[in-house]
């Protein structure tokens, strides 16, 4: 097994839709066993393809009852309302309250090919929330409210300008 280097906030990769995975066959599941590494490692509860880069309808998760993976998920049925500080391996380090439906129905397809059905409450209906999102190319930043938002926003332009400021006293240094 091997890890991928997650995306982060900026990667236009994160912003595309992915598809459908039509079989199921050696390389789709070496790609998720590699997935839950990495998850594993980062620590996180889920991770989505787009996020290592790979425009397939894939998800993994462990809410720590196990990993499991879903193809081709969608959600079918939701309902009520439950707020959670949500965080995402591609906006490292930043949480915040999100409202989103508690309930939620998700059908796809599991690493056999055999169709599933999955109710999920609270962190694990949150879980498969945030990853059809990733699915679709919808980061959290889209689920904050207007003045959460424009503060995120704030906190990740300062990032990327103190990261292209770190590049630049390397490309310096690297002159010698
Ligand atoms: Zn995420």
Same mark, same amino acid.
């Given at each position: 097994?091997?890890? *991928?280097?997650?995306? @982060? *906030?900026?990667?236009?990769?994160?912003?595309?839709? &992915? @598809?459908?995975?039509?079989?199921?066959?050696? $390389?789709?599941?070496?790609?998720? /066993?590699?997935?839950?590494? &990495?998850?594993?490692? #980062?620590?996180?509860?889920?991770? !989505?393809?787009?996020?290592?880069?790979?425009?397939?309808?894939?998800?993994? *998760?462990?809410?720590?009852?196990?990993?499991? !993976?879903?193809?081709?998920?969608?959600?079918?049925?939701?309902?009520?309302?439950?707020? *959670?500080?949500?965080?995402?391996?591609?906006?490292?380090?930043?949480?915040?309250?999100?409202?989103?439906?508690?309930?939620?129905?998700?059908?796809?397809?599991?690493?056999?090919?055999?169709?599933?059905?999955? /109710? !999920?409450?609270?962190?694990?209906?949150?879980?498969?929330?945030?990853?059809?999102?990733?699915?679709?190319?919808?980061?959290?930043?889209?689920?904050?409210?207007?003045?959460?938002?424009? =503060?995120?926003?704030?906190?990740?332009?300062?990032? $990327?300008?103190? #990261?292209? =400021?770190?590049? !630049?006293?390397?490309?310096?240094?690297?002159?010698?």
């Amino acid at each position: 097994m091997a890890t *991928y280097p997650i995306r @982060t *906030y900026g990667d236009p990769v994160l912003r595309q839709v &992915t @598809t459908d995975v039509e079989n199921v066959d050696d $390389s789709i599941v070496k790609l998720v /066993e590699d997935m839950i590494e &990495t998850m594993h490692e #980062a620590p996180g509860v889920g991770l !989505a393809a787009s996020q290592v880069g790979v425009q397939k309808r894939i998800f993994v *998760y462990d809410i720590g009852d196990g990993p499991s !993976a879903v193809l081709n998920g969608r959600i079918t049925e939701s309902s009520g309302e439950w707020t *959670y500080e949500e965080g995402c391996l591609s906006v490292p380090g930043l949480y915040w309250p999100i409202t989103r439906p508690n309930h939620v129905l998700l059908e796809g397809i599991d690493l056999d090919g055999k169709e599933l059905k999955i /109710e !999920a409450s609270e962190l694990l209906g949150r879980v498969f929330q945030h990853e059809i999102d990733h699915l679709d190319g919808v980061l959290l930043i889209e689920r904050l409210d207007p003045s959460q938002r424009k =503060e995120a926003l704030k906190i990740l332009r300062s990032q $990327s300008l103190s #990261a292209d =400021e770190q590049r !630049a006293k390397h490309k310096l240094l690297g002159r010698g």
